[in-house]
């Protein structure tokens, strides 16, 4: 991102986009990598149908719900959230995918996790096999997306010191620091959704490299937890900043939820300092465009700020 790198003062070269965005399953997004070792695990176990949850806008959701019409599977879906009054961004998307939808009501993240747990028995008690998957994906097993993924990222750009990613549930961060050795190496951007990320990313950092037969990671999880606003999914106006430049400069579109917070902390770290001029950047784009057409964001996206 040559253009977005000048910007911020950064040298020739030194920042790099990873476009997970544009993995092909029902608008793409991170989560294909974790979902590719989630479904073989259920199906290996016999399971006939996927649970999952998120909130309203999940991206996780989307593709859970996409992964199992691939391969012939159910799929049941929580929210934790009321149903909204006109679906709009991802729930248009969940609608033509059609799980059964779950509207839990307005519920924290373990709240999600405990519908989720509920759901998977009533399902068992109806005498199906239901798999349940975290939020997010983020069991060790579906960390093990990641794990590859740092191998993919190292073998593509191996002079890469610093990956920054979206932390909502963790597991990709988790993944990667497995992946590529240390905590020195990636820097989470904490989007509101989990509220102890810092002991659930070395913790799962930890299992998947075991699980990978890998070293233990070395150094401390690097997370920037100022950059949610008032809570998961709430615009900001340092989001709204890095949507409109890596748009104008880049023709890179983020979403107001994950990439665009993540985006945020990247140039915040790059003008604190906390990201050298000369630092080999790699920026993980998580996908989530659909959030872009939900109408929580439809006024706010809209009001177009004064070109630089």
């Known amino acids: 991102m040559r253009r977005l790198g000048a910007h911020l003062d950064m040298a020739d070269d030194c920042l ?55 391969l012939g599977l159910r799929c049941t879906v929580v929210f934790g959230s009321d149903p909204p009054s006109e679906p709009s961004g991802n729930v248009v998307l969940d609608e033509l995918l059609a799980p059964e939808m779950v509207w839990a009501g307005p519920l924290d993240y373990y709240g999600v996790e405990g519908a989720i747990d509920h759901t998977t028995r009533r399902l068992t008690e109806e005498g199906r096999r239901p798999y349940a998957i975290p939020i997010g994906g983020a069991s060790v097993t579906g960390a093990l997306g990641y794990v590859r993924a740092a191998g993919e990222l190292s073998h593509q750009h191996p002079d890469v010191e610093l990956v920054v990613v979206a932390d909502g549930s963790g597991g990709t961060h988790a993944g990667l620091v497995a992946g590529l050795g240390t905590h020195d190496r990636v820097m989470g951007i904490d989007v509101g959704t989990r509220p102890d990320l810092d002991q659930t990313v070395p913790e799962k950092a930890t299992e998947t490299a075991r699980l990978a037969g890998l070293d233990e990671p070395a150094g401390k999880p690097q997370i920037d937890h100022d950059r949610f606003g008032e809570g998961y999914g709430a615009p900001t106006d340092d989001c709204r900043e890095a949507l409109d430049l890596a748009a104008r400069l880049e023709g890179l579109v983020l979403d107001p939820v994950y990439s665009g917070k993540a985006m945020a902390g990247l140039i915040a770290a790059r003008r604190s300092g906390r990201i050298e001029r000369d630092t080999q950047v790699v920026f993980l784009h998580t996908g989530g465009m659909p959030a872009l057409f939900a109408s929580t964001y439809t006024e706010w996206i809209t009001r177009r700020p004064s070109s630089s």
């Open 16 to 70: 790099w986009v990873k476009r997970d965005d544009a993995t092909g399953l029902a608008g793409g997004g991170n989560k294909a990598r974790k979902l590719e070792y989630l479904c073989e695990d259920a199906q290996v176990h016999g399971c006939d149908t996927l649970v999952t949850g998120g909130g309203r806008q999940s991206n996780h959701v989307r593709m859970t719900a996409a992964a199992a019409n691939k």
